[in-house]
């Protein structure tokens, strides 16, 4: 199993977004969330929609692999899907925030655990930034959570730098398939 992780805003979901396009053969695990659909997005196939009280639910009864709270709403693994993928031999890839791939280090040791890291902390920065139409307060508050998200890297198996979303999905494919060619060269891929 591998886990992909980073600062937010770092373009996790773009990654994810070309492996769901171009290759089937590894399965995606679908989150619950309290969030509410953003256009294009379905339920099923990006999240399962839920509200608190079913999110809270599926907390209470263990049926989730590891959970947070994100930015006011919560996400969650389901455990089941999971395990069924792990058992049947098919590649299975996470895309969760930092706090959840902390769990799944707890959990499951076994899981490979990548940071998807920005070229350069001015590109995360300047996407952090957004189009600059927020008060300067929100912005340094996310500055913050960026800088703090970064120091987070030498917690994580390899770092991917995200170069081009081609050359990102490329490299996670080729380790997900052959992670000791990837591991044996260097930890921080670029
Ligand atoms: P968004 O609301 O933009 O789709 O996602 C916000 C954050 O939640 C992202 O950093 C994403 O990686 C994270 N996230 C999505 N699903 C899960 C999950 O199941 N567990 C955890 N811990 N984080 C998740």
């Known amino acids: 199993m591998t886990v992909l992780?980073?600062?937010?805003?770092?373009?996790?979901s773009t990654v994810v977004a070309e492996i769901r396009q171009a290759h089937?053969?590894?399965?995606?695990?679908?989150?619950?969330?309290?969030?509410?659909?953003?256009p294009g997005e379905q339920d099923g196939l990006h999240?399962?929609?839920?509200?608190?009280?079913?999110?809270?639910r599926l907390v209470e009864s263990d049926e989730l692999l590891e959970w947070a709270e994100f930015a006011g709403?919560?996400?969650g693994t389901p455990r089941r899907p999971v395990l069924e993928r792990l058992a049947a031999g098919v590649p299975?890839?996470?895309e969760i925030?930092?706090?959840?791939?902390?769990?799944?280090?707890?959990?499951?040791?076994?899981a490979l655990l990548v940071f998807l890291a920005p070229p350069t902390w001015e590109e995360l920065e300047k996407r952090l930034r957004g189009r600059g139409t927020e008060p300067e307060e929100i912005i340094e508050r996310r500055l913050a959570a960026g800088r703090?998200?970064?120091?987070?890297?030498?917690?994580?198996?390899?770092?991917?730098?995200?170069?081009?979303?081609?050359?990102?999905?490329?490299?996670l494919i080729s380790l997900m398939t052959d992670p000791h060619g990837v591991m044996t060269s260097t930890n921080r891929e670029v």
């Open 73 to 75: 709403n919560r996400y």
């Open 148 to 171: 703090v998200e970064m120091a987070a890297e030498p917690e994580f198996d390899l770092t991917l730098v995200n170069t081009t979303v081609q050359d990102v999905c490329h490299r």
């Open 24 to 38: 089937p053969e590894v399965w995606l695990s679908v989150s619950v969330t309290t969030r509410k659909p953003r």
């Open 92 to 94: 299975t890839l996470l």
């Open 47 to 56: 999240y399962f929609f839920v509200d608190g009280e079913e999110f809270e």
């Open 97 to 110: 925030d930092l706090e959840g791939a902390r769990q799944v280090r707890r959990t499951m040791p076994e």
């Open 5 to 12: 992780s980073g600062p937010s805003g770092v373009g996790k």
